[in-house]
């Protein structure tokens, strides 16, 4: 049989598969976050991350140093996901708006390693900035983000006003944009 | 205020803006009318300095709505779908020269394997072709015979106690027969396929012919009687070329088996007729008498129901009878074998034929059912 596993994809990694599974519970979250900056639709941002993690795997022979793999990963599904959005045609013109915004930003991003590596923890970052948010301001924005209420529900749900809603929610949004930005 | 002072650009009024945030919201909601969102989009190009904090928005609310979704299960759903599509097309995504590397020892053993396959089949089909046909075998008891027409049209005319037999692909490579006993054939010309006749020691090969063979197990000879056409004599084993016999018509050619003593079997009568002698080289043993010239009807006017009986001894017209007539012959004295007789026997009842012996000798007889007895006359 020496001649099946001679040239079996699965042989000669550049990781083996315990050290693939320990990276994709890793990064997984990471990379989908990741993708949601670009995609509002989290099925196909979860695809796009599954395939990327698969190609990596069958090509992982290929790795020289396994200190790039996540800045790797990061670029591969950003890139991935500007291609879905260039061939999406049935769209709003708002979401076409933000796209071809996103895409022209993306395309004059500096893509360091650095830059990559700063993404590293945006799962964890993402929730402790979360975590951050005063009470009122955090309860709100979860039960619109977690439990998808629109924010006339919410004002229902909590006895307020929905422009005191739709102010938290925007109050909350400025501050998570400062805390991942600003570091 | 603080909040205020990071907003770089500016709304034209705070009323302004809150209307804007309110759209926008709505769009993120999912819950804008069309014509809402042409005026934000109009809004959104008119003031390109807020592009890119409505941008922000939008990215935190999509990824906020994405870290809901990531749980435990949807990891572990994930990661067991990346396992299966891994396992299940391990070669979906390799360059043509990794593929050609991994298909070519594959495809190279599934050919092996399929070559190796047809061989083990055909050395089935065709090394052991006997093993695979039947034979067709015609027997006729003591005492009657019948006439055969073989797939390629010859005629064959099977003597009492006689067996006849050949595979069922005869005709389709060549024409082949085994004969035990004695058969007179009237071959079907067909100059691409030899007509051979097996004898348990002599082979004949006929080009188109017609010709008689007896060559009874319990008899000393085997002898051909050519009428028309040739036939070649061989004894099997033997090289045909250098050791083939041919006939010419109205020539017969009587082969002494091996083990059998040529004086036991030898007649006076044949070795008289006999024109031209072949002997073996090595031990000078008589093998052939050639007879050249002869009457043929003597040895093939069996099958028309007539024995033509030219001086033939009472023990060899004996052996006719029985077969002729299936009784058994017995001799009371040696002396009464060596009787000779001439005459020929058409339509006569056993009974008939004895008495007229007995008439012509000067013997006594006893017939007891199948079973005769020729004795000396008192």
Redesign the interface.
């Given at each position: 049989m020496w001649?099946?596993s001679?040239?079996?994809?699965?042989n000669k990694k550049g990781i083996s598969a315990t050290e693939f599974?320990q990276l994709?519970?890793e990064i997984?979250?990471d990379l989908?976050?990741y993708?949601?900056?670009y995609?509002?639709d989290?099925e196909t941002?979860?695809d796009i991350?599954?395939d990327v993690?698969?190609?990596f795997?069958?090509?992982s022979e290929k790795l020289k140093d396994k200190k790039l793999i996540r800045p790797y990963l990061f670029k591969s599904v950003k890139h991935r996901a500007l291609n879905h959005l260039k061939r999406e045609s049935r769209k709003?013109?708002?979401d076409a708006?933000?796209d071809s915004?996103?895409e022209t930003?993306a395309n004059n991003e500096n893509e360091s390693v650095e830059s990559f590596l700063a993404l590293e923890n945006?799962?964890s970052d993402?929730?402790k900035a979360?975590n951050e948010l005063p009470e009122q301001r955090q309860r709100i924005?979860r039960m619109s983000?977690?439990e998808?209420m629109?924010?006339k529900e919410i004002a229902a749900a909590l006895d307020i006003s929905p422009k005191t809603v739709?102010t938290q929610?925007?109050?909350a949004?400025?501050f998570?944009?400062?805390k991942?930005?600003g570091e | 205020m603080i909040f205020a002072a990071r907003f770089p650009y500016s709304y034209n009024t705070n009323k302004m803006s809150k209307r804007i945030e309110q759209l926008f919201l709505a769009y993120l909601e999912g819950r804008i009318s069309s014509q809402d969102e042409k005026f934000l989009l109009e809004w959104l190009k008119n003031n390109p300095e807020a592009v890119k904090d409505y941008n922000e928005f939008r990215r935190i609310w999509n990824m906020s709505k994405m870290l809901a979704r990531l749980t435990n299960e949807d990891l572990e759903k994930r990661w067991q779908e990346i396992i299966r599509e891994i396992e299940s097309s391990p070669i979906r995504r390799m360059s043509p020269v990794q593929r050609f590397f991994y298909w070519a020892p594959r495809v190279a053993a599934v050919f092996l394997f399929g070559a190796a396959f047809s061989f083990f089949v055909a050395y089935l089909v065709f090394n052991k072709p006997t093993q695979n046909l039947a034979f067709q075998e015609i027997n006729t008891p003591a005492g009657a015979k019948s006439k055969i027409t073989l797939p390629d049209g010859t005629v064959v005319w099977l003597n009492a106690s006689s067996n006849l037999k050949y595979s069922s692909d005869f005709g389709k490579k060549g024409r082949e027969v085994e004969l035990e006993g004695e058969a007179f054939f009237d071959v079907e010309t067909d100059s691409s396929k030899i007509f051979m006749v097996r004898t348990s020691e002599l082979n004949i090969k006929a080009y188109g012919t017609s010709f008689n063979v007896k060559s009874y197990p319990e008899e000393g000879t085997i002898e051909t009687t050519l009428l028309e056409g040739k036939v070649g004599v061989v004894r099997d084993g033997l090289n045909v070329k250098e050791n083939e016999v041919l006939l010419e018509p109205n020539q017969r050619v009587v082969y002494f088996r091996k083990n059998k003593p040529v004086e036991e079997t030898i007649d006076a009568q044949i070795e008289k007729q006999a024109t031209e002698t072949i002997k073996t080289q090595k031990t000078n043993k008589l093998t052939y008498l050639i007879s050249k010239g002869i009457d043929t009807r003597e040895f093939t006017s069996w099958k028309d129901g007539t024995l033509f009986i030219t001086s033939e001894s009472l023990s060899e017209l004996a052996i006719k009878l029985e077969r002729k007539y299936d009784v058994k012959i017995h001799f009371e004295t040696e002396a009464l074998k060596k009787l000779k007789f001439t005459g020929s026997l058409e339509n006569e009842t056993v009974e008939q034929v004895i008495e007229a012996i007995g008439i012509a000798a000067h013997i006594d007889y006893e017939i007891e059912d199948r079973d005769i007895w020729l004795k000396e006359k008192n």
């Open positions: 001649f099946f001679l040239y079996s994809p699965r599974h994709f519970r997984y979250p989908c976050v993708v949601s900056r995609l509002n989290e941002a979860k991350v599954q993690l698969i190609t795997w069958e090509e709003l013109p708002l708006f933000f915004f996103n930003l945006l799962q993402l929730e979360i924005f983000r977690f998808e629109k924010h739709e929610i925007f109050r949004l400025k998570i944009r400062d991942l930005g | -």
